[in-house]
Each structure stands twice: as structure tokens, then as C-alpha cells.
């Protein structure tokens, strides 16, 4: 009774850990501060990317700090599918600046090799500019790759919460 009660116990430890979703680890994107000449030849040097529509919420302030409007910028590519989970999540506080700043965030997935095939992705992003843009310039849905960039004007502060779902 008892070795079939362990049995039983193992089965199921078994069953239970082959339905956790697999997540992939999500490095620390890069992010650079740039000009608009700096943008400009980044744009020059990727006449491929695609610009992604955004849709921009004025939201009410919950920091401190009332001085600033707080935007959400938000942009979606494909749409969530049977079976897909998280493969790369990735959020980050507010970050201050002392000036009006570009700041521009790069995001590869996978980091190396071949991933899981890329089904959705979603970008949120606060700032205190209601202007920004978000471009893919390799990959993207349906493959198994996918790098993009997404930049803020004009802004005093940056946060953003990025996640990207992939299957099988």
C-alpha cells in the first residue's frame, strides 16, 4: 500500500511539473538615450523596420512627483493563441532624468539560437511626452525571432513592462 501510494505520488509530481509553461529567460534589454540624429541614422540604417501603431492614455499620476503629466503608451503586435505562454517578460520602474530625454530600449528575442514561435507581443510604456514610436526590425510574429525598438520623446521619466508570448 505504501510503495503504491508513493507511486501514485510521483506520477503525479510528474504530470504536475510537464504542465508547468516553460518561460525563457528574460535578459536585461538595452536602452540608450539618442538624439534625433542619432535616430535619424538608426532609421537610415534599418529601412526595413516596422513602425507599430500605438495607442496613447493620459493617466493619472500615483508618484510623488505631480510637476509632470504621466502618459501610457501602449503598441500590440499579433494576438494571443491557444497554447502560447510568456517567453520573455521584462518590466522596469520609473527612471528619472535630470533633462528632456530620447531614451530608446532594444529588445531581442532569443538573446542566441532559435526560440519559440513568437504569437504576441505587448508594449506598455509610461512618460511624461505623449510621443513615441515602436519599430520590429527583425523577426516578428509567426517566427521564431523577433528585435525591436521602441523610443520616447521628450520625456522627464521612463518606465515599461514588455512581454512577449511564443509557442511551440
Known amino acids: 500500500m505504501l510503495l503504491k501510494s508513493l507511486l501514485l505520488l510521483c506520477c503525479l509530481v510528474l504530470i504536475q511539473g510537464a504542465a508547468v509553461p516553460e518561460q ?4 536585461a534589454p538595452i ?11 538608426f532609421l537610415s540604417e534599418n529601412p526595413d523596420a516596422i513602425k507599430l501603431n500605438r495607442e496613447v492614455k493620459q ?6 512627483r505631480t510637476d509632470y503629466d504621466l502618459y501610457g503608451l501602449t503598441w ?11 517567453v520573455y517578460a ?10 528632456y530625454y530620447n531614451p530608446l530600449l532594444t529588445v531581442q528575442y532569443p538573446t542566441s539560437g532559435s526560440g519559440k514561435i513568437v504569437t504576441y507581443v505587448s508594449i506598455f510604456v509610461q512618460q ?8 520590429v526590425t527583425e523577426g516578428g510574429i509567426g517566427q521564431r525571432n523577433i528585435k525591436f525598438y521602441v523610443q520616447g520623446y521628450f ?13 511551440n
Open 24 to 27: 525563457d529567460e528574460s535578459p
Open 90 to 99: 521584462i518590466a522596469e520602474p520609473i527612471q528619472w532624468f535630470d533633462d
Open 59 to 64: 493617466i493619472e499620476s500615483r508618484s510623488a
Open 128 to 135: 511624461s511626452s505623449p510621443l513615441g514610436e515602436a519599430y
Open 76 to 86: 500590440t503586435l499579433g494576438s494571443r493563441q491557444t497554447g502560447d505562454a510568456t
Open 155 to 167: 520625456t522627464h521619466f521612463w518606465s515599461w513592462d514588455i512581454k512577449i508570448y511564443g509557442k
Open 31 to 41: 536602452v540608450h538615450i539618442l538624439n534625433d540624429v542619432q535616430m535619424a541614422k
